[in-house]
């Protein structure tokens, strides 16, 4: 699929572009300059023609940003793998030192350009756009992202100029599960990222909160083929004060929603925390598979029990649902990130198993016979028949005479035996006790 990049100095509006070329608010958009750092993607539709879009961080120099080299950094990559750049720049300011530096950059890039001036909300405005001519990159198309003016010539520009598709893109399919990597700030997520693709996709410091968006990626490796979702770190709302760090917060909370499978990166040398707790329990609510990684293993001091003790003490504190996998990792060292795929892969399978109602009655009529449901006010509960849910992750209807005497401790022991029986390791499990 073609790829258009935009890019452009802090604060011109090219997270608020993206947002209306891909038709939801999916990149953060705020007045603070450089609130977007790693290349954010998206899917374009423009009159039965589809191209994928990149949002890019502002480009500067010599700024206080400490994230300024390698947001330049993604933003050259971004210019590099694209096949038509967005020069976004601002009417009110006019052309800055940073523009000519930027449009400098572009025609040595040798790529296909658009100068488009943003903010020109009315007709007055448009005589502003008029000076960015001296930038020498031709035709300058006027818009104003915020209400969508202008954008309709300027797609149908893009359109004309994108080279034509001759077969669907490989990341179009919309049957790939997404994996999504959560936990706290700086356990090491941007890096597992990094390190699984290959390169340096998502910026990484040891600065916590260095990403903001939920960035999605498409990963076909080593027989593993998904969606691949970087999050930001999530801190306890207490201690969350600035807007963009909610935002972000709240884009993490979408990304495990929307997951299928969660990865929850704990730092091996502060253990399982309360935060921890709650971003385990929030996949718990929202149903999804999980895989426990305990990054930074190598800072851990160790002999020859630590492994398995840390592993027993760390499902204790899972409990109940501690049947999850837990993988240990150090992933500046690249160690055992491979396991990672592999975990994650077992689970996705467990996950989306459907179990035939013949195999499930043969393995359970006999454990409930064996150990029926307690009597309820001199009433006895009979399980006949059982079978799996249509839903996304495992649930199954036991279907009995009594249903409203059946307590959550023998649910329970029903799910227990199920996973006895059934491989649904890193899965939640939903027991329903239905009238026959």
Request: net charge negative; glycine share 6%; proline share 4%.
């Amino acid at each position: 699929m073609s790829l258009v990049a935009i890019v452009g100095r802090p604060n011109v509006g090219k997270s608020t572009l993206f947002n209306r070329l891909v038709g939801m608010r999916q990149a953060i958009v705020d007045e603070t300059a450089g609130v977007t750092r790693d290349r954010h993607y998206g899917k374009c539709e423009w009159c039965g023609n589809e191209f994928s879009v990149v949002d890019t961080g502002g480009w500067t120099t010599n700024s206080d940003d400490v994230f300024e080299s390698e947001i330049r950094k993604q933003v050259s990559i971004a210019i590099e793998e694209s096949d038509l750049v967005l020069f976004l720049v601002e009417a009110a300011t006019g052309v800055t030192d940073y523009d000519a530096e930027i449009a400098d950059l572009l025609r040595r890039s040798r790529k296909p350009v658009l100068l488009v001036v943003n903010k020109v909300d009315s007709g007055e405005k448009m005589y502003d756009s008029y000076q960015f001519y001296s930038l020498g990159l031709g035709e300058v198309w006027s818009i104003s992202a915020a209400n969508g003016s202008g954008t309709g010539d300027l797609l149908d520009e893009v359109v004309r100029q994108l080279p034509k598709e001759e077969a669907p893109a490989e990341d179009d399919r919309t049957d790939l599960p997404h994996i999504a990597i959560v936990g706290k700030p700086n356990v090491g997520k941007s890096s597992l990222t990094n390190a699984l693709l290959g390169e340096d996709r998502n910026i990484v410091t040891p600065v916590a909160g260095t990403t903001r968006d939920a960035v999605s990626t498409y990963y076909n490796k080593f027989g593993h083929e998904f969606m691949l979702v970087d999050t930001a770190g999530m801190r306890k709302k207490s201690k969350v004060n600035e807007d963009l760090e909610f935002y972000s917060v709240m884009r993490s909370i979408r990304a495990i929603e929307h997951a299928d499978v969660c990865v929850l990166m704990i730092d091996a040398t502060s253990g399982m925390e309360a935060q921890d707790m709650s971003i385990f329990n929030l996949i718990q609510r929202n149903r999804k598979a999980c895989v426990v990684v305990v990054n930074k293993w190598d800072l851990f001091v160790k002999d020859s029990n630590t492994l398995r003790d840390y592993e027993k003490a760390l499902r204790s504190r899972l409990a109940p649902f501690d049947d999850v996998p837990i993988v240990f990792t150090s992933v500046t060292k690249k160690q055992r990130i491979m396991d990672v795929l592999d975990a994650v892969a077992h689970v996705w399978g467990n996950y989306s198993v459907k179990i035939p109602t013949a195999r499930l009655n043969e393995a359970m009529l006999p454990e409930i016979e064996n150990y029926p449901p307690p009597a309820w006010k001199g009433k006895y509960v009979k399980i006949k028949y059982i079978t799996q849910l249509p839903t996304a992750f495992p649930a199954f209807a036991f279907f009995c005479n009594l249903p409203q005497y059946v307590k959550d401790p023998y649910k329970r022991f029903l799910e227990n035996k199920l996973r006895e029986h059934f491989d649904l390791t890193g899965c939640p499990v939903q027991v329903f006790m239905r009238a026959k």
